[in-house]
């Protein structure tokens, strides 16, 4: 039963994702600024396409520029930028949400306060996902990558550890072990300054 469940979680993810990017790459509906307008800070749309093409080189970037979808060990990854209000989001399909046990949802919330750190879990059109919200302008291509190891390796742990693999507040209900090896490696591909 739980391989079938994941069987159809990964083949609804799949369906979804392909027409969630192509929807949600319509956020942008207002043409974006100039390039130098929106550059408050030091990531930009066209630095964001680098980093995520060195991630994975086949990457798609959506018509609209805004969007991207690239796999990252063995997972979907999409990426969504919205220009008019300078935010950024990660998300990464996990499984079906339809059916989660009550304890399931407790025991996300409690990763979400101690050890999800800067990633989170949250349910969304019947899935739970890993998501990573950031304002855009000000995020750096460290942020970005680790914003990226995370997402992943909140999919990754989903019913064991409950981990970004970043580090663990402590404090609250968790007490898994850390999954920093993927975030290590990510952070190999950032440019030097």
């Known amino acids: 039963m739980q391989t079938a469940r ?37 990531m930009t749309v066209e630095a964001m396409h680098e980093t995520i093409l060195k991630v994975d080189a086949e990457a798609v970037r959506s018509e609209a520029g805004n969007a991207w979808q690239f796999t990252l060990e063995a997972l979907q990854v999409t990426v969504v930028t919205d220009l008019s209000h300078d935010r950024m989001r990660i998300f990464v399909p996990i499984a079906p949400a339809d059916g989660l046990p009550e304890a399931m949802v407790r025991r996300l919330m409690q990763a979400n306060f101690d050890t999800a750190l800067d990633a989170r879990y949250a349910i969304a059109q019947d899935i739970l996902w890993g998501t990573f ?61």
């Not at 069987?7 to 942008?28: I, K, M, P, R, T």
């Not at 999954?179 to 950032?190: A, N, Q, V």
């Open 6 to 42: 994941f069987v159809f979680a990964s083949l609804a993810c799949l369906a979804l994702g392909a027409g969630l990017l192509g929807a949600l790459a319509q956020e942008d509906s207002v043409s974006p600024p100039p390039e130098a307008a929106i550059r408050l800070g030091p």
């Open 133 to 193: 919200i950031h304002p855009l302008s000000p995020l750096t291509e460290r942020q970005f990558l680790s914003g990226i190891g995370q997402t992943v390796n909140l999919a990754r742990t989903y019913g064991t550890t409950f981990s970004s693999g970043e580090l663990s507040y402590g404090g609250g209900d968790s007490q898994g072990l850390m999954e920093r090896e993927l975030i290590d490696r990510l952070l190999e591909k950032e440019t030097p300054i």
